[in-house]
């Protein structure tokens, strides 16, 4: 089973079990204060060692102190660094799997005010402050930093090294004719403009042992005007091929490309986003190409090598959400496999506010050092969790999976909760995927669920449960203005809109530009409908991380769409609204139908039912306070270790 993914291959002299990489990912975890590397980011690769992949590649590595992208970004500019290394690629080794570092200079993108590029130009998003030009001497230092940076890698045991030019980071910077304005040797013609990269190569060669592989990361297409096209990297293909690279991985974007989010696609992007990238350029070079490009499911990823568009496969977020990914795909047990749901909450929305990375499917990630399997309890309890959403099932498989017997009631007639409408609207699907996991688990886990239950004391009377967990979820809350249940209008729900229970007209207002909001917008426009969205609030959907949210704002510029936001509702008409934008007053006529979208309310009126009784009571999730899915499942997870 899936052959092509799990056979071996050559990386120069190194020989790889298998065809699956784990992509080198920005985590902002896992360094001290000093920059040395700690156990938190040990145990973190030796999981997904254990877990069979092929090749692991350690995201990023600073070479230079003014390359620093993120605060808690490995660094590799000083021997100093060599031991916490060492210690990692011996922890590492243990098991049959090569693991690589990739060596970086974040250039404009780095988050500090030290900042330097091939030009001052600042970049072209997410991160703010115009860059230093670098000096000709300072490009010589930059190469020597990252030649030294290769030599202290073989030093410190690993198998190879990654040289990041992809992404907009110092190397981009200098491919690119949007990023290099320079005038000198180093700008201006192509020739000119790869220099810095080819010096790179050569230093690297020449500091390391002939047998010692490096590869290249470099983008297909930048998605900006003036930026490196596919184009440009089938033309420098061969030439990095001739300068000894081993392997070639291919990506795409910057911060800023267009469309924008793109350089992390989220679920609204295609699986397999840039394989097409990487298709094109093994056209024209004989060494090994690596694809990526949200690619979650490893029949996909043997699918994409059967096809001879790639040599391997890189998943990076799907190693966060299982690091057994491998082992359980090699085995056949795909539908153990915890799959990515390219929600991008934990993985992008946190490391972009400088926190650390972890996964809403996978919430041990930056903890496996404090967890070393699950314990299970000396004295099992019977618990009963009252609601099958995604908090209530998360804590019914991790209270399972310690020896309690669980017992889920819901009073619906399905799993699943809000998540089951969240994944209704255009390109949300994938939220599901979370759902099935759960519910496969929880029959592996033989957890008695029973549904079209209503709670009640009898019930709770038969159950006798030990501890209770109240998971009850929340509903739309509607707001209080003036005049609102005054309109003709009919008033809905985004759920009555979602689930069909209610029909609109042609012509709608959404009241509340919130995420949930947004997307039922979505959902509508896509039918036809024409839709104005009215926001109280500055921002639109501030609950979405950045790259989530920009392609659904880029859905939205429909010819049939209409986004206010500062908005102040004045009056409701009959048939419309007079508000408030950007100092102007605006009235809307003519509208059969308003949605309210301002926001939940929680469920809890069940703890009503454990008054008075010896049952230890915990409330999660929404019915404790509405928050997002990655608030929640963190907390059902310690709950459940904790129990």
Known sequence: MLKHLFSPINIGAMEVKNRLVMSPMGINFGVDEDGYVTDQLKEYFVARARGGTGMMIVGGAAVHSTGLDLPKLPRIWDDKHIPGFRKMTDAVHQYDVKFGIQLLHGGRQSYHSNKVAPSPLPAQGVVKGAPRELTIPEIGEMVEAFGDSARRSEE????????????????????????????????????????????????????????????????????????????????????????????????????????????????????????????????????????????????????????GRVDMVSMGRAHLADPEIANKARSGNLADIRPCIGCCLGCVHNVFKLEAATCVMNPEVNREYLFKGHKKVATPKKILVVGAGPSGLAISRMAAIRGHRVIVCEEKGHVGGMLRFASIPPGRSEIMDLINYYQRELD????????????????????????????????????????????????????????????????????????????????????????????????????????????????????????????????????????????????????????????MRSIRKLADLFKGREVELHIIGDAKNPRGLLESQNEADELGRSI
């Open 444 to 599: 592996r886990l033989r957890v008695e669920i029973r549904l079209n239950v209503s709670l009640d004391y009898d019930l709770v009377d038969s159950i006798e449960p030990d501890t209770v967990v109240l998971a009850t979820g929340s509903l739309p809350d509607m707001p209080q203005i003036e005049g609102l249940f005054d309109t003709e209008m009919d008033l809905h729900t985004l759920l009555d809109v979602l689930e069909g229970a209610s029909t609109v007209d042609n012509r709608v207002i959404i009241l509340g530009g919130n995420q949930a909001g947004l997307q039922v917008a979505d959902f509508l426009a896509e039918k036809g409908k024409e839709v104005v969205v009215l926001h109280r609030d500055r921002h639109y959907a501030v609950e979405m991380p950045s790259n989530d949210r920009v392609y659904l704002m880029e859905r939205l510029k429909r010819p049939n769409v209409r986004l206010y936001k500062n908005v102040s509702i004045k009056q409701f008409l009959p048939r419309g609204i007079v508000f408030r934008s950007k100092d102007e007053e605006m009235r809307l006529e003519d509208f059969g139908d308003l949605v309210i979208s301002e926001g």
């Open 156 to 307: 410190t045991g690993f198998d190879f090294v990654e040289i990041h030019g992809a992404h907009g980071y110092l190397i981009t910077e200098f491919l690119a004719r949007n990023s290099n304005k320079r005038e000198d040797e180093y700008g201006g013609c192509f020739e000119n403009r790869i220099r810095f990269l080819l010096e790179v190569l050569r230093d690297i060669r020449k500091k390391t042992s002939p047998d010692f592989p490096f590869g290249v990361r470099i983008n297909g297409d930048d998605f900006i005007k003036d930026g490196w096209v596919i184009e440009d990297a089938r033309r420098i293909a061969p030439i990095l091929e001739k300068e000894g690279a081993a392997y070639l991985h291919i990506t795409a974007g910057i911060y800023g490309s267009y469309p924008p989010g793109i350089s992390i696609p989220s679920m609204y992007a295609k699986q397999g986003v840039f394989i097409y990238l990487a298709e094109e350029v093994k056209k024209v070079v004989s060494i090994p190409v690596i694809g990526v490009g949200r690619i979650k499911d490893p029949e996909h990823a043997d699918r994409i090598i059967k096809e």
